[in-house]
């Protein structure tokens, strides 16, 4: 693949058929999991502030509304933040809800805990990720956790590099092609989604980092690592396990 992908990709990448396909493609049972397992690694009780970031269509923002904490949801997609706030409309949730760009956006208030889940960690270079741990370290109250999950860390993706993909989701289709840029490190990705006869193509690129360098740009702001697993069910990562799950804590 041969395409220059923006470094702003990601200011309109959340869009159209993309869209529906997040929506299509995690089940309430996964979302239950995953809050599941962010309640025991966040060490949180019901009313404690809790930031999700960026949030999407706040699937894991309105579960935890609903058991009774307190949530903002940061994003910079209009339309998902459009679908978050029609349900919280529905359900009458008590949710702030924030656009914006992580980069340049302040981030209002101070939390007991907050959270990065679904390959987020990584849309921007190692700069611009520094920015991302100093914002979201600054409104958390020492001794409160951060949780990063992704499936494309360094040992996870480059042992098994995925140059294609193939996935149908009801009537829509997803076609993956990626290709990995040496010299900066990150993965560029061509996604084409058809449905019904209508196709989209998206591009993006993910910079890949190791645990090590992830690790410390966490320290560098605060936050030490207590625990790294593969799964929701608490095992030690290790090589080649396709999912991370970090956990840091706040030490000042």
């Not at 999700?52 to 994003?75: N, Q, S, W």
């Not at 939390?111 to 679904?118: P, R, S, T």
């Not at 990720?129 to 480059?158: D, W, Y």
Request: glycine share 8%; charged share 20%; aromatic share 12%.
């Amino acid at each position: 693949m041969n395409i220059s992908i923006d470094n702003e990709w990601y200011e309109t990448f959340f869009s159209g058929l993309n869209c529906e396909m997040w929506e299509k493609a995690v089940s309430a049972e996964w979302t239950t999991q995953e809050v599941d397992f962010l309640l025991s690694t966040l060490a949180v009780q019901p009313g404690a502030a809790l930031l999700d970031i960026p949030c999407g269509y706040g699937r894991h923002t309105v579960e935890l509304a609903k058991r009774g904490f307190t949530m903002t949801g940061f994003d910079i997609s209009v339309e998902f933040l459009q679908l978050l706030r029609e349900r919280i409309k529905a359900e009458q949730l008590a949710v702030q809800v924030i656009q914006g760009n992580i980069l340049t956006a302040e981030i209002p208030g101070s939390f007991d805990g907050a959270y990065c889940m679904g390959n987020s960690f990584g849309y921007v270079n190692y700069e611009g990720m520094a920015v991302f741990v100093k914002k979201v370290a600054a409104t958390l109250k020492p001794g409160s956790r951060f949780v990063i999950n992704s499936g494309l860390m360094a040992e996870s993706i480059l042992p098994n590099f995925p140059k294609t993909g193939h996935y149908v989701l009801g009537d829509l289709t997803m076609d993956i092609s990626n290709s990995y840029v040496v010299e900066e490190s990150y993965m560029a990705t061509e996604l084409t989604y058809t449905k019904l006869g209508q196709s989209e193509v998206h591009y993006f690129k993910h910079y890949v980092y190791t645990l090590s360098e992830i690790k410390r740009l966490l320290e560098r702001y605060g936050l030490r690592t207590i625990a790294v697993y593969n799964s929701t069910e608490k095992q030690n990562y290790t090589l080649g396990d396709r999912q991370i799950y970090l956990v840091a804590e706040k030490s000042y």
